[in-house]
């Protein structure tokens, strides 16, 4: 058991701590996001390098590297969208009385371009680790982006409480793309897909040697797992999700909810 918990820990404490510190950052005047969006920018760079660097450390200490890497890779995505550098061609909310497919396609319009990047920064980094023989960083980047995008439909087609109010002011305009309602089909695909994706690498992990480089590797693959199924419920429960990052963020300032969808939120 000593062998199976640091990863774990490890695991759970990253995701948290590196939550925390984009909560703190997105926090901060709008001024600094340009010095954010650099110091991601030079955080990516140097996350990449550490990626090439470990193709072929297959240590205990390589598969924590890799699962940092692959932590580091994804956050710039999310400074990137958090700070409104990259979002999508639509920054307006979603029209009234917009349903089905139209309303399906607004949305995507408010996010495309950050989609788009994932896709590209997902095939440079399939690229950079095929054939490697440390691939945890890739892995990490794959299940939160997996994370995401369940996340973002769970959301987008019905949970009841949707964590929302720490969304920056100027992605304000993002929150009329949610549904706060019970939760439906999508919610319990979503649950059952990522559930048996935490089986399926846990068994993975305890299948090799405790201790091993693989089992440290997938052990660090499941708690990330785990975590997406505590999130994906914590969407439908009523519980304070945000309180675990209090420390880092206060509640940004509402906009004004009364501008209609002709308004440009840009500004």
């Not at 990047?117 to 054939?131: Q, T």
Request: aromatic share 14%; hydrophobic share 55%.
């Amino acid at each position: 058991m000593a062998d199976y918990a640091p990863p774990i820990i490890f695991a759970a404490l990253a995701w948290w701590l590196s939550t925390g510190a984009i909560f703190w950052l997105i926090g901060r005047p709008r001024a600094t996001f340009k010095w954010t969006a650099l110091g991601a920018t030079a955080i990516l760079v140097g996350a990449t390098f550490l990626l090439v660097s470990l193709r072929a450390d297959t240590s205990v200490t390589g598969a924590y590297a890799g699962f940092a890497a692959g932590l580091a890779l994804w956050a710039w995505h999310e400074v990137m969208f958090l700070t409104g550098f990259i979002t999508g061609p639509s920054r307006v909310p979603c029209p009234e009385g917009l349903t089905g497919f139209a309303r399906f396609r607004a949305g995507i319009a408010a996010v495309l371009h950050h989609e788009l990047a994932i896709i590209a920064h997902a095939g440079l980094i399939v690229w950079l680790s095929w054939g490697a023989a440390n691939q945890f960083a890739l892995w990490t980047f794959l299940i939160l982006w997996g994370m995401r995008i369940s996340a973002k439909l769970v959301v987008f087609t019905g949970a009841p409480n949707l964590v929302d109010q720490f969304m920056p002011r100027h992605l304000d305009y993002m929150k009329t793309y949610f549904s706060r309602r019970a939760p439906g089909s999508v919610f319990a695909a979503a649950l059952v897909t990522i559930t048996t994706v935490s089986v399926l690498l846990a068994f993975t992990a305890f299948g090799h040697p405790a201790g091993s480089h693989a089992s440290a590797g997938f052990l660090l693959l499941t708690a990330l797992a785990i975590l997406a199924v505590i999130e994906h419920w914590v969407l439908i429960l009523p519980v304070r999700d945000p309180s675990l990052w209090g420390w880092a963020m206060k509640p940004a300032p509402q906009a004004n909810t009364t501008t209609k969808a002709k308004t440009d939120w840009r500004a």
